[in-house]
């Protein structure tokens, strides 16, 4: 599905959605790119897409969010509940960063969790001289996720309102 483009919107269109989503199939995986934002009212159009997508696709999804321009915990969640279908059907998922989805993962810790291509961040390394956290693969058999030098325990959400 292919929401109205943000930038043709006119200043009369205010219930316009803010966002589209460009699918593109592939002969295994199925790249989709989301341009403008990701907030709970455009959430709901977005994961029925995307997990359209990710079921019509053989290996996996590709989701390009460079050109994303915000997105808050509701996308965040989206993008978290996609990663754990994939992985549970024997599926990957990568995302497409920009900076402004960097600082999103970054202040909820949640990178790891993800792989990611074209990381934009200028260094690899925290305040205080700490690396970040490096990537943590998916079990498929449980979905979950290794987290980085903290305990063993599982971010657990619901898929509930």
């Known amino acids: 599905m292919t929401h109205p ?32 934002e990701i907030d709970m009212d455009d959430a709901p159009d977005v994961r029925a897409d995307l997990l359209a997508a990710l079921e019509a696709s053989s290996t996996g999804l590709d989701v390009d969010l460079s050109a994303l321009t915000f997105c808050d915990s509701a996308g965040l969640h989206l993008m978290l509940h996609l990663n754990r279908l994939a992985a549970q059907a024997g599926k990957t998922l990568t995302l497409r960063s920009n900076p402004q989805l960097d600082r999103l993962l970054d202040l909820t810790e949640t990178r790891h969790l993800f792989t990611i291509h074209g990381d934009t961040r200028r260094d690899t390394t925290r305040s205080g ?33």
């Open 5 to 36: 483009d943000p930038a043709s919107a006119g200043p009369g269109d205010a219930d316009d959605p803010l966002v589209t989503v460009d699918v593109e199939p592939g002969p295994e995986r199925i790249t989709a790119r989301i341009r403008g």
């Open 129 to 161: 001289g700490k690396p970040r956290p490096a990537g943590r693969a998916c079990d498929p058999a449980t979905g979950h996720f290794g987290r980085p030098s903290r305990d063993d325990s599982v971010i657990a959400y619901t898929d509930e309102p």
